[in-house]
């Protein structure tokens, strides 16, 4: 424990204001933690958080959703610019010789809700945050991420919020190669695809279904332009997935995550309100 920032007692925290200033609808962040250094990281599988130095990443970028509560309460809830899925305390206890309970990425689901939602609470003087939900503060623990009940509240909850810039383009898909090609998940990965109206967020068709081998982004989307029949320059067609039904649209230009999971995707065309909507993190800027 670093002497220069005594634990503070969680009774004096919530005298604290709580604060969303740092966290803009629509924008995008990212968590480092006070005690490492590292950022929070959406793993490439289909559940698990990571602590990672790189910065420069879409894996350690967070698109921010403002939740309205009841009253005055409003809750930030994050999900990743990589993958879409939300961070998510969960009741499953860490292994033994580890405090807390797990952090996941979660689908935006009704009854998942609760576990999604976070308060902001500013620390102290400063421009660290704590964030906490109904199953505690959010923690760099270790190799894990977790979230803890202490009453005591040290750096090791403390998070840098660090503002993204927005991308003025479309980030470009890159091919991949033959090796990437075949890394596949056993069976394939079931995808779900519909597209969005031209005028607002309804789907124009019912759900079309595919089993896609393989990972790479740019790959999918050409097998998704030749089931629909789309016949302009590919670059025009955003493929964006959804966690769950209250998700918000994500932009995906990662390759899929390892994953056994349906893949919720909404295919957006460029220069139609729905793709106005849209925001890149610049995750390479300073």
């Known amino acids: 424990m670093n002497p220069r920032n005594p634990p503070s007692r969680a009774s004096d925290l919530l005298r604290h204001r709580r604060t969303t200033e740092q966290f803009q609808y629509g924008h995008h962040v990212r968590l480092r933690s006070r005690e490492t250094g590292t950022y929070l990281h959406a793993d490439e599988d289909e559940r698990r958080f990571s602590l990672h130095h790189r910065r420069a990443s879409m894996n350690a970028a967070w698109a921010v959703h403002i939740y309205q509560g009841d009253g ?35 689908d935006y ?61 479309t980030p470009r898909l890159a091919a991949s190669t033959g090796l990437r090609l075949r890394v596949a998940v056993a069976g394939g990965t079931d995808v779900q695809y519909e597209q969005a109206g031209a005028e607002d967020s309804d789907a124009s068709f019912a759900w079309e279904s ?14 998704m332009a030749s089931r ?4 302009m320059d590919l670059s025009n067609l955003i493929m964006c997935v959804r966690a769950g039904m209250h998700g918000q649209l994500t932009p995906l230009v990662v390759d899929l995550p390892h994953s056994r999971e349906t893949l919720d995707i909404i295919v957006v065309i460029a220069g139609t309100p729905a793709h106005a909507q849209l925001w890149y993190p610049d995750v390479d800027a300073e």
């Not at 190799?143 to 927005?166: C, K, L, Q």
């Not at 089993?211 to 790959?219: E, L, T």
């Open 109 to 169: 689901e009704p009854w998942e809700e609760e576990y999604i939602r976070w308060q902001a609470v500013r620390v102290g003087s400063g421009d660290d945050v704590v964030l906490r939900n109904v199953a505690g503060h959010l923690r760099a623990n270790g190799r894990y991420i977790s979230v803890d009940d202490f009453n005591i509240i040290g750096t090791m909850m403390h998070w840098v919020v660090e503002r993204i810039p927005a991308r003025d383009d």
């Open 72 to 106: 005055d309460s409003r809750y930030v809830l994050l999900h990743s610019a990589a993958y879409g899925s939300y961070l998510a305390a969960t009741n499953a206890s860490l292994p033994r010789g580890h405090s807390g309970r797990h952090v996941e990425k979660c």
């Open 210 to 223: 595919l089993v896609f081998r393989g990972r790479s982004a740019y790959h999918l989307r050409k097998t």
């Open 228 to 231: 629909m029949g789309v016949t």
